[in-house]
Every structure is written in C-alpha cells, then in structure tokens.
C-alpha cells in the first residue's frame, strides 16, 4: 500500500540552521520523524534560510524560530505525504484514499468515476528540463497540484521538494509572497513549478486552470465551504482536494458536507492525521469530485467567505 510504503521509506533530516538552538546540556532531543522525501534534503534546508532570511524585511510567516519553521511548517505538510502518494496512485480510479487502515479498505463507490476522467493535461508553462532526482510514484508530470492561498509556500512548495515529479501551481493573492515563491523556485533550480499572483475566485473561471488539477491543497486560508467554493472548480472530475485542518471540526464539517455536493463534490474522509508528540494535531479532510462544478462558481471575490456555501441563498 502507498501509505505503508511511504510510512517505511528513509528519509534524512533538514541540515540545521546555523542559528538552531542546541540541545540543552543533560537533556536528551526526541528524535523527529524524517522527510519522506524523493528530492534533494538540501533544498528544504536553503528554503528554510532563505524564508528567515526573507521574514525580516517582509512579514512571510509569524514562524521565526529555525526549529519551529520545520516543525511547524514543513513536518506538518510532509505529514500530507501519505494522502497525496495515494491520490496520485489511484486518481480516477478508487473512492479508497485518505491515510490508515480504515481508509485504505473502504469499498469503492465511485469507480464510475474513471470513465469521466479527462487524460490529465497541466496549464500550459514554458519547456522545462525533466528533474532527473525523481522517484516515479505513479505518472510524472501527469500529475497537477494546485495550492490556494500558498502564502510563503505551504504545503505546496514542500510537497513539491518532497516529490519532484509532481506538476506544481502555487496560486497567491499577496503580491510580495508570490516575488519571495519565485526567488525560493530560481533559486532551487526546480522544474514544473510556477507562483501565480492571482485570487482563486479568478482562477477558478480562467479556462486555462479551471477543471484542469488532479489535487487542490489550502492551509488555513478560510472556513471549509469557502474552501470547496475556491478549490473544487480548478479540480477536473475525479480529482482530489485535501484540506488540513484543526481537530475541532464537526460544525464546519457539517457546512462542508451541504457546501460539497454544490459544486459537485463529496468529502470522502476528515481523519486526524498521524503525529508524534509535539506535532500540531490535525485532521485532514479530504473531498473528491464528482460532477462538473455549476458555472456560477467560484462567486466574486470575497462572496466566499462572507457568504458560506450551504447557508447562502444559492
């Protein structure tokens, strides 16, 4: 299984940052759990620099510590891992993703799906080199990810470290975190990437990105119904949003649940995602889509959010 496979890959630790605070004398550090990664360790380590670097001209992230940005922001998006490995592995084909054994066995109920399913195609970019550090999980570069509200890159940009061969858009309202992206991406040297200044709402209505990704990730940008509204219509049927969230969830679970089926979509699970002792504790939710979403959405930009799928009039 994706998940267990991914739970036993080895991985490497961050190299620390020179300014890291060392263990206290007669104490003993917690080992934390390694990056699954399939790309080069040394590229989360310099994005780390170069985002602490970047936070004291401009407000990135109020994450400053060096330890705490990678355990606060790049541990909690490599624990997204396991749900994208499987995502990627069976796209258009089984209603069975998420993480943990429960997830893994759930019976299909949406294999109808595959006969709707578009071959994959990303948004047009530039011709790029193909990364020769890849590790083919399923189908290079047929895989596209687009992240909304990525703010100084999360998750996306880790995903993207972590798994070179996925196709990346980072999508970014703020124009000041999109310049600080596209540095950290030419910096890095990485392919299949790109940072767009862009609201969702216009994204979600341009032909060039709507029902075009096979996996839509938002950390923390807005309540779930709002988050459907944005992500479902740049998914194409039979892909895949997952939204991490905090662990009390049940009355926005419950908007999310009669938001979904409005832009034709279902949320599939909302597990707690694994974690060691000091990680923050999330539950992932997970919503694939079912049908073509109704072309009076997304709404207007900010609708979304003041008006909430499901409590609206629609």
């Known amino acids: 299984m994706p998940v267990n496979a991914a739970k036993a890959a080895a991985g490497r630790a961050v190299p620390a940052h020179p300014a890291a605070n060392p263990t206290p004398p007669g104490t003993t550090r917690r080992p934390s759990s390694p990056p699954l990664l399939d ?3 040394h590229h989360l380590a310099a994005y780390r620099d170069l985002l602490l670097a970047w936070n004291e001209r401009f407000n990135l992230t109020a994450v ?20 994208i490995d499987d995502v990627a592995a069976h796209a258009g084909d089984h209603d069975q993703v998420g993480h943990g054994d429960g997830a893994a066995t759930r019976p ?3 294999s109808e799906l595959a006969k709707h399913r578009l071959p994959s195609s990303c948004p047009p970019r530039q011709p790029e080199r193909r990364a020769r550090d890849t590790l083919d999980r399923s189908d290079p570069r047929s895989c596209c990810l687009v992240d909304v509200g990525s703010g100084a890159g999360f998750p996306g940009l880790v995903l993207k470290i972590a798994r070179p061969a996925l196709d990346v858009t980072l999508v970014e309202a703020t124009a000041k975190k999109v310049h600080f992206l596209r540095h950290v991406i030419a910096e890095l040297g990485l392919d299949g990437v790109s940072a767009i200044h ?7 209505r341009d032909p060039a990105h709507r029902a075009r990704y096979d996996l839509a990730t938002a950390r923390a940008v807005a309540a779930l119904p709002a988050l459907l509204e944005l992500c479902v ?14 662990a009390t969830l049940d009355a926005e679970l419950a908007d999310g ?6 832009v034709g979509a279902r949320i599939l699970s909302h597990d707690l995602l694994p974690a060691q002792e000091d990680d923050l504790v ?6 694939i889509k079912i049908a073509q979403t109704p072309s009076r959405y997304p709404r207007r930009s900010g609708i979304s959010a003041k008006e ?3 409590r609206a009039q629609t």
């Open 233 to 246: 219509p740049l998914l194409r049927v039979g892909g895949h949003a997952l939204f991490p969230k905090s």
């Open 108 to 110: 299909t109920r949406h």
């Open 64 to 83: 400053t510590n060096p330890a705490e940005v990678e355990r606060r922001l790049f541990r909690d998006a490599l624990r997204l891992l396991p749900a």
């Open 39 to 41: 790309g080069p360790t």
């Open 257 to 262: 649940e009669r938001a979904a089926p409005l």
């Open 282 to 287: 999330t539950r992932l939710v997970i919503a």
């Open 308 to 310: 909430l799928l499901g």
């Open 198 to 204: 862009a609201r969702a709402e216009e994204l979600g």
